[in-house]
């Protein structure tokens, strides 16, 4: 076996060991690598690196040693190198090709959201039960197709992921089309827990569920800032010794 093809092998068995966490980690690094490749530079250390971005030097080695060596003691890690690494870590060394089911007003949005592009993935078919928007397209043109033909349109446009986008009640029955259709990762939107098979991955977007913990975080800080603020001063008691007022 050659070494390149050891090395592809050892980084497909640590993918598959990796946490969740790890792995959001990785988008994440990425993300850092490409604005300091941006700006210029070359080489960085674990050290520079979280101070700039706010991340944990001790973390980011941990992280990186799963899938082999990349820095060189005293020179740090190069940047593109490391880059292109994470990217094909990633998966992210070919186009992703992703449908949305669910053609509504979040469906849309997603659909036309311009980032999709320059990250690795394309958004080729919309999906959706309702005859109004059947056989219209969204904005930037992806069209949208009944639901109904999601396994044939699956296997022509070679869809690996799909983007559920459709109301609670919905969710579990478009979630089985899908998996039936063939397609074993789905991020889901609707604010609904889903039960996949054991051969697919399921990623959910509770939009409701972030904001509840937003709030969470707002209602302690405002608790703690009632707990540390000074009480008022009893009428009456805005005086030291006879005769001399306090200074403010």
């Known amino acids: 076996m050659s070494r390149n093809s050891a090395s592809s092998k050892a980084a497909g068995e640590a993918r598959e060991s990796v946490s969740e966490a790890t792995a959001g980690r990785l988008s994440v690094y990425l993300r850092c690598l490409a604005a300091l490749e941006a700006e210029g530079l070359v080489n960085i250390s674990s050290q520079e690196l979280a101070h700039r971005f706010r991340l944990s030097s001790a973390q980011i080695r941990k992280d990186l040693a799963t899938f082999g060596e990349?820095?060189?003691?005293?020179?740090?890690?190069?940047?593109?190198?490391?880059k292109r690494h994470l990217v094909s870590i990633l998966g992210?060394?070919?186009?992703?090709?992703?449908?949305?089911?669910?053609?509504g007003r979040l469906g849309q949005a997603l659909a036309d959201y311009g980032?999709?592009?320059?990250?690795g993935?394309?958004?080729?078919?919309?999906?959706?039960?309702?005859?109004?928007?059947?056989?219209?397209?969204?904005r930037s043109g992806v069209p949208v197709f009944d639901v109904r033909r999601l396994p044939e349109v699956v296997s022509r446009e070679h869809i690996e992921i799909a983007v559920i986008t459709v109301p609670a009640s919905a969710a579990a029955e478009t979630a089985?089309?899908?998996?039936?259709?063939?397609?074993k990762a789905i991020l889901n939107f609707a604010p609904v827990r889903l039960d996949p098979p054991s051969d697919s991955h399921l990623k959910n977007v509770d939009l409701k569920i972030n904001l509840e913990t937003l709030s969470f975080y707002m209602a302690r800080r405002n608790e703690s800032?009632?707990?540390?603020?000074?009480?008022?001063?009893p009428p009456g008691r805005g005086r030291g010794r006879k005769g001399e007022?306090?200074?403010l």
């Open 70 to 82: 990349f820095g060189i003691r005293g020179v740090g890690y190069e940047i593109g190198s490391l």
């Open 121 to 138: 993935f394309r958004i080729v078919a919309l999906f959706d039960t309702d005859r109004a928007r059947i056989g219209s397209r969204s």
């Open 225 to 233: 800032f009632r707990e540390i603020s000074p009480s008022p001063r």
């Open 245 to 247: 007022a306090h200074a």
């Open 176 to 183: 089985r089309r899908c998996w039936d259709a063939g397609l």
């Open 92 to 103: 992210l060394d070919r186009t992703r090709r992703v449908a949305i089911v669910g053609a």
């Open 115 to 119: 980032g999709f592009g320059s990250g």
